[in-house]
């Protein structure tokens, strides 16, 4: 589709590629894919939705490409390869928010720093459904975006991404507690104040 210059609208629904998503992951996808469009689902992209689709995009890939290399016996050039070609605007993407030179899909993370952001939440389904479901604690990565989120939610509770509200439940003044609704699934959990003991409510729709 990218190759559709004048391509400036699209309408995704019950599409075979963005099926296994939920329509905000596939919302950002093809804004990260397609940089000429300019609106999804007759919803008009703004420049800042844009970028965060991209950085998400970039996330995305690389580790995609850290998951392909693990027990893979084909040699990094091949991998890299491949990734070029399932992921042809990476590159693009990367160079316009500051990457240098070559792509590096395979770059490894420095294990300090991601160990030093995670953080261990309470995990909790709320209100009608929650049924024999209990509460899980779970270390995740303090800036891990609220789509993923949601995905290890159904992996633990079986409850489809779709089907649920995230909410941090923050005290407040004088110790009330507050739920701040994860509305966004293109955000990280840290822009909704979420950090190390915090209580995050699966809520059924």
Not at 55 to 80: H, I, P, Q, T
Not at 160 to 180: F, R
């Amino acid at each position: 589709l990218n190759k559709l210059a004048s391509l400036r609208s699209i309408r995704i629904g019950f599409c075979p590629l963005t099926l296994p998503l939920t329509t905000a992951e596939a919302r950002i996808v093809v804004i990260s894919r397609l940089p000429a469009i300019a609106r999804v689902n007759a919803s008009g992209v703004s420049d800042r939705e844009r970028k965060e689709a991209e950085l998400y995009y970039l996330r995305m890939v690389k580790n995609e490409a850290l998951f392909a290399l693990r027990g893979n016996s084909s040699s990094r050039d091949e991998l890299e390869a491949y990734m070029a070609k399932a992921h042809p605007q990476y590159l693009r993407i990367w160079k316009k928010w500051g990457g240098n030179g070559e792509s590096d899909f395979f770059a490894k993370p420095n294990s300090e720093t991601i160990s030093s952001k995670t953080i261990l939440v309470d995990l909790e389904v709320f209100g009608e459904g929650s049924g024999q479901r209990r509460p899980k604690k779970k270390k995740i990565p303090s800036n891990i975006q609220v789509a993923p989120l949601k995905q290890l939610c159904k992996k633990l509770f079986g409850i489809d991404t779709d089907m649920q509200n995230l909410y941090h439940i923050a005290s407040g003044d004088g110790g009330v507690e507050v739920a701040i609704e994860l509305d966004d699934d293109s955000r990280p959990v840290n822009y909704y104040s979420v950090e190390n003991g915090s209580k995050i409510y699966v809520k059924m729709q």
